[in-house]
């Protein structure tokens, strides 16, 4: 069996005001159905190692983690090794719902935008409210990044993570170390 390989491998960006890595590879699963059947939440929460979270929110333990999408989607985070058993798991728990897992993991980049100034590096690439009174850790979005699709949160202050299709993952890493760049700071937040 073959190695698993990020999409930029591991790409790292350290010169500016803040930190840029590439998280490597990600096991992730979305999960679609109906959020407030039992089954589901159940079946859910064995995976991830986390409670169902609320809308807008992302709650994380170690590699394990589930994200709030939309009204009938969670994305469930694991160790990649262990996302195809998880899936199995899953599937094998949901039989006879109505709901829909599938391995998303060599579809998508991670990075992690790191430091003091990550809210300010972020902020000019989101059409989100990134204020520290009303972005706080734990909250998640789907957005753009520039001009891409992307979901960030934040699993505590001073870190962001970034979801992206693998295919915009290079463009997404630039437009990050761009933000980032030594001497671009905006002074907002």
């Known amino acids: 069996m073959s190695e698993a390989v990020s999409a930029l491998k591991n790409a790292v960006y350290i010169a500016g ?5 590439e998280m490597g ?3 992730m699963i979305t999960l679609r159905g109906d959020l407030a059947a039992k089954p589901l939440q159940k079946a859910a929460v064995a995976a991830a190692g986390v409670n169902v979270p609320d809308q807008r929110q992302c709650l994380t333990e170690g590699t394990g983690g589930m994200a709030w999408m939309s009204p009938d989607e969670l994305l469930i985070m694991c160790a990649y090794d262990d996302a ?3 899936l199995a798991d899953l599937r094998d728990k949901l039989a006879g719902t109505h709901a829909l ?7 998508r980049a991670v990075f992690e935008v790191r430091g003091p100034k990550a809210r300010e590096v972020m902020a000019k690439l989101a059409p989100v409210d990134l204020a520290p009174a009303s ?6 979005r789907r957005t753009r990044i520039a001009q891409v699709p992307a979901a960030f949160w934040m699993p505590q202050e001073g870190v962001f993570r970034v979801v992206c299709f693998r295919s915009v993952a290079q463009y997404v890493f630039d437009v990050l170390c761009v933000a980032a760049q030594p001497g671009s700071e905006v ?3």
């Open 17 to 21: 005001i803040a930190e840029i890595s």
């Open 25 to 27: 590879a990600v096991g």
């Open 84 to 86: 195809n058993a998880k």
């Open 101 to 107: 897992a599938v391995n998303v993991s060599d579809a």
């Open 135 to 140: 972005f706080t850790p734990g909250m998640f």
């Open 187 to 189: 002074g907002v937040f």
